[in-house]
């Protein structure tokens, strides 16, 4: 399994928020391409961004940050936010990222997420983001009726990379992932699925590792906070610790 450290930006800055609320915001530095070196300097594999101001206005806002991360670090990353239509897709991928997440267009213009993954094989995900197994868009600020799952098998045979779940209400509030939820999304399709929200020890990434079916874990506020060791925490998920 993979961990995915992340870095959301907000302004320019490196911040986690609570359970999506961008008025309860933690800022955690504001050298967001000092972090990514960070962590690559710490072994990962990849880096996962967050357009926090994107996610909200629809389209891009911190591009000079993730610009910067991306000239500063050699490991993939993948972003999400405000990535909305082809043009733009085309543009990060060009500056060198390896995987954009496309979320609320998943669930209002499915056949962006179909065009995107024919033109670009291997470098789109899809963005699931829930409440109590319902699928949230725009910043999470708007709630549908969208079922994780049928948002999930309808993209089976589109070719994406992997599908991002992120429990809303697990996010950045240090509570532990929703291992459940995630093994049985991880279980109904063939897509891989990355673990987002919640992930705060060393016994949650043990956990989701244990599913045998969950193929990544992103994590940020615990990082950061120091509840988990980068280092450690690779070292563990390769066997050794």
């Not at 959301?8 to 955690?28: E, I, P, S, Y």
């Not at 993730?66 to 972003?79: F, G, K, Y």
């Not at 990544?216 to 988990?228: K, M, N, P, Q, T």
């Amino acid at each position: 399994m993979i961990l995915y450290p992340a870095i959301d930006l907000k302004d320019g800055q490196c911040v986690r928020l609570l359970r999506g609320d961008m008025d309860k915001a933690t800022v955690f530095g504001s050298d967001p391409a000092a972090q990514a070196k960070s962590f690559q300097d710490a072994g990962c594999e990849w880096v996962h961004l967050v357009d926090l101001n994107g996610a909200f206005a629809g389209e891009p806002v911190n591009g000079a940050a993730v610009e910067s991360i991306l000239s500063t670090i050699t490991v993939p990353a993948q972003l999400g936010g405000g990535i909305r239509d082809m043009a733009t897709i085309e543009r990060w991928i060009s500056r060198g990222l390896s995987r954009v997440i496309l979320g609320t267009v998943a669930v209002e213009n499915p056949d962006l997420v179909r065009e995107a993954a024919r033109a670009f094989p291997g470098k789109v995900a899809v963005g699931i983001d829930a409440r109590k197994g319902r699928v949230a868009t725009k910043g999470w600020a708007t709630e549908t009726e969208v079922m994780v799952t049928d948002l999930a098998r309808s993209f089976e045979d589109a070719g994406v990379a992997a599908i991002i779940y992120t429990d809303i209400d697990r996010d950045g509030a240090m509570q532990g992932p929703n291992v459940a939820a995630t093994e049985a999304l991880a279980r109904a399709v063939d897509i891989p699925v990355i673990a987002s929200g919640g992930v705060s020890s060393l016994d949650d990434l043990r956990a989701l590792d244990a599913t045998g079916v969950i193929a990544g874990a992103i994590s940020g506020r615990a990082l950061y906070d120091g509840a988990i060791d980068l280092a450690t925490a690779l070292a563990v998920l390769r066997g050794e610790g």
